[in-house]
């Protein structure tokens, strides 16, 4: 009873002490300007980051394992043999996704420009191509650029040859280029009219007040969305599987279908595509959430 | 309304623009199945990702430091990998892991259809959004609100369901808004797993009758046409729920 008291009475204790809220107890946190490997440490992979995926992969392959009892050869074999044409899809995934994102964010920029316009005409015309992209589904609009695109095009009896990979870009550039717009056009309604009003007294065009004094502030702010908007991307270009183009998730379906459909091989091969997903793009997610808070206004 | 759709059949004849999912009964029926189904599933797994937002918000909050890890390790990952190999992940893989069952004519079905493991995977992948939306709407409530909560003797499931949510609740519904477009427009993955989605149906009839640019269109409108109604809806919600004076 006693013993139990006291304990009680010292760990309320060494946590009142630990939690005092008075301002003059608290010492402040100083953070070393170390290496760039401490200041990366804030979103580089935590162990138990990827060892859950880890765990997901070998447990249901270790149970598949189990229910095929005459298996031709182990399931990490066969991961193994297939990893490298599996990581060449990645790596075709994220060209697509480098290049949508060029030109919808080329395209997203001038709509956005477009948003905040002095012509009427062009503020409706582009508000409404924004919206019209932004709530259309991904899935839709690939469908779209897909088919709807021809095969090639003749320009003054050149013919330029359009596969589908490259429809694929224009397809997925499309909602990239409605989201840019939106973002560009928020981070120039949120800065402060003061700016506006301190470049006109100062005798900046509009032009001038646009390049010179809005933009370069609006860069920050645009960042951590659009960084955001990339890892949106990447994890939308599987999409292009869909329409036929020979990305990991077609890869992955044709490594399975050529392994003979075994059943248990479905687990680890999905499993590997979700992890490699994941160590692309959560870096991204990390970074994006230090940028946010660095360009926070505090206060 | 026989005459209505006798003019689309007119307006074919005419001009050539095939819309055979309004003239001829049987593609309306299977255009307007899809269109159900495609409500259907967007209100199951909106309902159930926000029940996942709201159990793990709270579970976020728990004291239990490997609850909290759990619940951070569900969010990054189905935040950070493709929805559509979540998909298929579900459905292909999980679901050949589940054992089956025999249907009444002897055949074998799995357990779960491509309607239940679409609904499964897009609650899983809008509720991992959710979850941060509601940690974050129950940030911005004061903290002297649940300190008084405390005081007055209110235990943590109360001060969370009676207290927290319901002021979160009112921040995190524009963010919320968001993220439920996002989910309506997600449903057309489902198309993937032959789930008879607005889609897929409209990917049938437009294989039957070779009027892909009509159905493309129409299914633009169409999906701009749901998605303007769930944004009207919930901006309605929104201002019925406002409180003067709390928020912005």
């Known amino acids: ?299 | 309304m026989e005459s209505f759709f006798e003019w689309f059949k007119l307006l074919y004849d005419n001009t050539g623009i095939n819309l055979p999912f309004l003239y001829d009964s049987y593609d309306r029926d299977r255009m307007w199945n899809g269109f159900l189904m495609t409500i259907k599933l967007s209100v199951v797994a909106l309902f159930f990702s926000i029940i996942i937002g709201i159990i793990g918000a709270w579970l976020q909050n728990s004291p239990l430091k490997w609850t909290r890890r759990i619940v951070n390790g569900y969010i990054q990952i189905f935040r950070n990998t493709p929805p559509l190999v979540q998909l298929y992940f579900f459905y292909f893989a999980i679901g050949a892991l589940l054992p089956k069952v025999s249907n009444g004519y002897g055949g074998e079905v799995p357990i779960l259809g491509g309607f239940a493991w679409a609904a499964i995977s897009l609650s899983f992948f809008a509720g991992a959004f959710n979850v941060e939306i509601f940690r974050s709407g129950m940030e911005a409530v004061p903290k002297s609100t649940t300190e008084a909560a405390e005081a007055l003797g209110f235990s943590r499931l109360q001060i969370y369901k009676d207290i927290t949510l319901p002021l979160a609740f009112r921040v995190v519904l524009p963010a919320l808004n968001n993220n439920l477009v996002n989910l309506v427009k997600t449903t057309t993955l489902a198309y993937a797993i032959a789930v008879p989605e607005m889609l897929y149906e409209s990917n049938q009839i437009w294989s039957d009758n070779v009027n892909v640019t009509e159905m493309m269109i129409f299914l633009l409108l169409a999906y701009f046409f749901l998605v303007g109604i769930l944004v009207w809806g919930m901006n309605r919600w929104e201002r019925s729920l406002k409180i003067p004076g709390f928020g912005t």
């Open chain 1, 1 to 299: 009873m006693n013993q139990s008291y006291y304990n009680g009475f010292n760990s309320r204790k060494r946590k009142q002490e630990y939690k005092t809220d008075l301002p003059v107890m608290i010492t402040p946190e100083v953070k070393e300007p170390g290496s760039i490997l401490s200041s990366l440490s804030a979103y580089i992979f935590k162990p138990w980051h990827g060892f859950v995926i880890l765990f997901f992969c070998m447990v249901s392959s270790s149970i598949a394992f189990g229910v095929d009892d005459n298996a031709k050869s182990s399931i990490a074999e066969v991961l193994w043999r297939w990893m490298p044409l599996l990581l060449k899809g990645f790596i075709f995934n994220i060209v697509i996704s480098i290049c949508a994102m060029a030109i919808g964010t080329a395209a997203g920029a001038a709509l956005g420009l477009g948003q905040i316009s002095l012509n009427k005409w062009v503020r409706r015309v582009s508000w409404f191509i924004t919206q019209f992209f932004r709530n259309s589904p991904w899935l839709v609009l690939l469908f779209f650029a897909m088919f709807l695109l021809p095969f090639e095009i003749n320009i003054g009896g050149l013919a330029i040859p359009l596969p589908d990979w490259v429809k694929a870009i224009i397809g997925l550039s499309l909602p990239v280029m409605a989201n840019v717009s939106e973002i560009v056009r928020g981070a120039v309604v949120s800065l402060p009219s003061g700016q506006w009003e301190a470049a006109e007294s100062l005798a900046y065009t509009r032009r001038q007040t646009l390049w010179l004094i809005i933009l370069p502030q609006c860069v920050k702010r645009m960042l951590p969305p659009w960084m955001n908007l990339y890892a949106i991307l990447t994890m939308a270009t599987v999409l292009a599987s869909i329409v036929g183009v020979s990305e990991v998730m077609t890869l992955t379906g044709q490594a399975l279908a050529a392994e003979g459909g075994r059943t248990d091989l479905l687990a680890p091969f999905y499993s590997f595509v979700l992890l490699i997903f994941f160590m692309y793009c959560y870096p991204i997610a990390r970074w994006t959430v230090r940028l946010e808070k660095k360009f926070s206004v505090i206060g």
